[in-house]
């Protein structure tokens, strides 16, 4: 269905290709799963099925590659949209109408579809989606899940054979994720859509791949080839598989029902043994005070009555669905949202009273989308404005960018960046000023488990040198791994606040995969095990 012939893409002013040496064929009506580190040119591969490389990037194409018989060197996306459908990592940016139902028309009437064709094609769509009872509604009404099942939709009405997803789950919160999961699955067993999906929280996804297709980097040529067989050499790999490599189990197991089948011994050997506690000692005075905080968002309540101190040294993982309320908490943090009711202090201040250059010492917050923090036309300027505006010494910026994103060029300009190198970038850039606060939304979209392994460094050693960290996460493999400390919200309100153990392995929703593989066990983590498995075979 999709082939590449030698294909490598050069973009204008770039030292290296994007993408090189890409020789192989995806195979009709599977699902094809996209892996490789950050910045190694999975989104550009991406763009080359649909035609938006180099038609709309720019740079240059060598070699040929064709969907469904067609050469996207000569066919523009435009006519390719009958073949090829595609869906970024954020459903928002995609929508050009503002309901569900005239966003599945809309592609249609863009192809002057007749009439009777159009109207019949939405309802097939909502039917197979289960969007009909949300026909009517506001597209900024609806959950992260319903607005990627919508903007799924919205390609799948014009009939496409091959789907093309960036990171689809990246935004979304467990349940949310599972509700797109299982549409593509759909589409793929009882439609024959083939699907090509790049995804790095492959503890999501790994298990549902019908192909592997790794971009290992570093000059080495891509892998095609069955799910269990790339993830035995891949770099990037979920927890589950490493837990595999470490048991010595071969096959490996890709999904938690296979690895709780095997791990009987394992648990055997792990029986009557607990991981060390990582639990601060958390002083009387907090860093930031919330006490019973309410927040409106136009007419909606979008905090109520939320309680909640941040104390220095301690690492606190907010959590919850889509809506629940956790990025509204981080802004009112920060002076963004004027509570209706209750206070917030940081610091000895008032957040939304407080002048800029007070607070940016006290509190920092690396947004979900890093390119609101992102002016500058290079890395070096957005580097050296940082080190300007919170006083610290030269290079400070750039230390820190090198140590999260290694190998990024002080010439490129942040929008050329990769998702994951630009919020790396972001990172940098807040805690520059060593703020005494550090909050991050959603701080792991885009970025792949080395990268991700770098920033728990960081925010342990700011967590050891009594900054307070609160991460609002969706990633429940970085909550276990990382967080002393774990709350949950619902609905605007706090409805768990606990240590981490306590919290996530009584939750099936946020319980990581370990906990789930190793349950009742209050294992957490890999590394947990490894250093258990390592302290049993010491003399």
Not at 42 to 50: D, N
Not at 326 to 349: E, I, M, N, Q
Request: proline fraction near 8%; glycine fraction near 10%; hydrophobic fraction near 40%.
């Amino acid at each position: 269905m999709i082939t590449f012939e030698q294909v490598s893409v050069q973009y204008h002013g770039a030292e290296e290709p994007a993408l090189r040496g890409v020789d192989l064929t995806v195979p009709e009506g599977e699902l094809c799963l996209l892996v490789g580190p950050s910045g190694v040119g999975k989104s550009t591969l991406l763009g080359t099925v649909s035609g938006l490389v180099p038609h709309f990037t720019g740079g240059v194409l060598h070699g040929r590659v064709t969907v469904d018989g067609r050469d996207t060197r000569t066919h523009r996306p435009r006519e390719l949209t009958d073949v090829v459908g595609t869906v970024g990592q954020d459903p928002l940016a995609h929508f050009v109408t503002d309901t569900v139902e005239d966003e599945l028309a809309y592609g249609m009437e863009s192809l002057g579809l007749a009439p009777d064709v159009m109207r019949r094609r939405v309802e097939e769509t909502l039917d197979l989606l289960g969007l009909a009872e949300l026909r009517s509604r506001a597209l900024n009404s609806l959950s992260g899940g319903q607005q990627q099942r919508v903007a799924i939709g919205s390609v799948l009405t014009t009939h496409p054979r091959v789907l093309v997803l960036d990171e689809p789950t990246s935004a979304l919160d467990p349940g949310a994720a599972e509700e797109v999961l299982a549409v593509l699955q759909r589409l793929v067993h009882d439609l024959g859509t083939t699907v090509l999906m790049a995804e790095h929280r492959l503890e999501r996804v790994v298990q549902y791949a019908d192909q592997v297709l790794l971009l290992p980097g570093r000059g080495e040529p891509p892998v095609l080839g069955e799910p269990a067989e790339v993830m035995a050499h891949s770099p990037v790999h979920p927890p589950v598989v490493a837990l595999g490599r470490a048991a010595g189990w071969s096959p490996l197991p890709l999904s938690v029902r296979d690895a709780r089948r095997r791990a009987a011994p394992l648990r055997a050997r792990l029986e009557g043994r607990t991981p060390a506690a990582a639990t601060p000692s958390a002083p009387a005075e907090a860093a930031a005070a919330v006490d019973r905080l309410a927040v409106r968002r136009g007419p909606v309540p979008a905090l109520r009555g939320v309680r909640l101190d941040l104390h220095p040294g301690e690492i606190t993982a907010l959590m919850g669905r889509n809506g629940a309320g956790k990025s509204t908490l981080l802004g009112a943090l920060v002076g963004l949202h004027r509570p209706a009711s209750g206070s917030v202090r940081v610091g000895g201040l008032t957040p939304h009273q407080a002048r800029p250059k007070e607070l940016i010492r006290r509190i920092g917050l690396v947004p979900q989308d890093p390119r609101d923090l992102l002016y500058a036309e290079t890395v070096a300027a957005e580097c050296t404005a940082a080190d300007r505006d919170s006083g610290a010494e030269p290079g400070t910026c750039r230390a820190l960018v090198s140590r999260l994103l290694p190998g990024i060029d002080d010439a490129s300009h942040p929008r050329d960046l990769s998702e994951g190198q630009r919020l790396g970038l972001a990172l940098a850039v807040v805690l520059t000023a060593r703020p005494g606060v550090i909050l991050l939304d959603e701080p792991t979209r885009g970025l792949d488990y080395a990268a991700k392994g770098r920033l728990i460094e960081i925010l342990r050693d700011l967590a050891a040198d009594s900054h307070a960290v609160l991460l609002a996460t969706h990633d429940v493999e970085l909550a276990a791994e990382l967080a002393h400390r774990t709350v949950i919200l619902a609905e605007g309100e706090i409805v768990a606040d606990g240590p981490t153990p306590d919290v996530v392995v009584s939750s099936p929703a946020f319980a990581p995969q370990v906990a789930k593989i190793l349950a009742p066990a209050p294992w957490l983590t890999v590394p947990q095990v490894v250093a258990a498995l390592a302290a049993e075979e010491t003399p």
